[in-house]
């Protein structure tokens, strides 16, 4: 119960204190100006008026064009998959949508940090996984963003932790349930699927035929991709609405697109922390490969390859699914009385990065009404 409670106060307190300066309308913090429509901004920050959209209208084609005016094609809102959206559905029940999402966001972020204490648990001692935990609570900042604002990245990731925690448990059926749920949220859980295929059938790992059969439920990620179509077919008359939704699927060969600083989801040349991104997930992927944790270690490979072909500004958002498996790569370091050192310093940065963040990525609401 302790360590429940501790893990609640790992996700709720950074968030909170995220929120404070934008809930009392503080016009400026340490010289960043802030704006003071209040929680309007947390709220209005991207993606979450499209996982809204989605929660109010179940994809219904008609109910968009009416109710809502943005600049976007009715698809466009199929590449937000619906798990999240129901969410905010089900406790719109109890509360306006706005509030629904964020309270959505906060669950999922305690779900993710509780599955991360469990699964860093495995490989050090208690006191080093409460560590481990509070610095995944609030690193990297991207991190701490996205589990603040209206996002689904807090699901996804807290599903694929759960999944991958029984999966190197055998726990196959739990293992194939959480792949499910990871993804019903968002479409990369496919990778999950695909890495554990690899494990289960690459002759290195000498598999027994009996063993692999056990691993059946992974199929149920595959059904849950089928069954996110079945329902976009359904709600929009189009099986493939999500192949159709337009620039949402940013994978681009060769790799390295990213530094075309003339492509739409990029538009800078000031690129060059992308590079230390890179060279700190291959890194992380080689040694969860030299720790021959393959389970973990395949599902990181195979996602850090997939980002070397994203071409858009946020790869710190792209790359998040595979930090908690970083950091169990890096938690020798991590561990060392010289990172903590650093973080007493990191941490202010941090807030100041994400204040500064969430103050400018929203999208413009001139009319709350529909999102209510």
Request: hydrophobic share 55%; with cysteine; charged share 10%.
């Amino acid at each position: 119960m302790q360590k429940i409670l501790k893990v609640c106060l790992f996700s709720l307190i950074p968030t909170i204190l995220l929120w404070v300066p934008f809930a009392f309308r503080i016009p400026k913090f340490w010289n960043i100006p802030l704006p003071t429509n209040g929680m309007a901004t947390i709220v209005s920050n991207y993606d979450g008026p499209l996982y809204l959209v989605a929660a109010k209208t179940l994809y219904n084609k008609n109910d968009i064009k009416i109710n809502y005016q943005f600049p976007l094609s009715t698809e466009y809102y199929t590449a937000h998959f619906p798990l999240f959206p129901l969410m905010i559905r089900t406790l719109g029940t109890f509360t306006n949508y706005p509030y629904a999402m964020l309270l959505s966001t906060i669950i999922s972020s305690i779900l993710a940090i509780y599955f991360f204490e469990k699964f860093i648990s495995r490989f050090v001692g208690a006191k080093e996984a409460l560590f481990l935990t509070f610095v995944f609570s609030i690193f990297p900042a991207r991190w701490l963003i996205v589990r603040s604002v209206g996002s689904a990245d807090p699901l996804f990731i807290a599903s694929i932790i759960a999944s991958l925690y029984f999966f190197k448990s055998k726990k196959y059926l739990l293992a194939g349930i959480w792949g499910a749920v990871a993804q019903i949220t968002k479409s990369p859980a496919i990778l999950l699927f695909g890495s554990y295929l690899i494990y289960l059938l690459l002759p290195q790992f000498k598999h027994k035929f009996s063993e692999i059969r056990k691993a059946w439920p992974i199929l149920f990620i595959l059904l849950a991709l089928l069954g996110v179509f079945t329902f976009y077919a359904i709600a929009t008359g189009d099986f493939y609405a999500y192949f159709h939704s337009g620039d949402n699927i940013h994978l681009f060969f060769p790799p390295f697109q990213i530094f075309n600083y003339s492509a739409p989801w990029v538009g800078t040349f000031w690129l060059e922390e992308i590079i230390f991104i890179y060279i700190i997930g291959a890194l992380g992927v080689l040694k969860l490969f030299k720790m021959k944790e393959f389970e973990i270690a395949i599902f990181a490979a195979i996602f850090f390859v997939s980002t070397l072909f994203v071409s858009h500004r946020d790869l710190m958002r792209y790359t998040l699914p595979i930090v908690p498996f970083l950091i169990l790569a890096f938690s020798d370091e991590i561990l060392k009385k010289e990172f903590k050192i650093v973080l007493c310093i990191i941490i202010i940065p941090i807030y100041l990065f994400s204040l500064a963040f969430i103050s400018q990525n929203v999208m413009p609401i001139a009319n709350w009404a529909p999102f209510l």
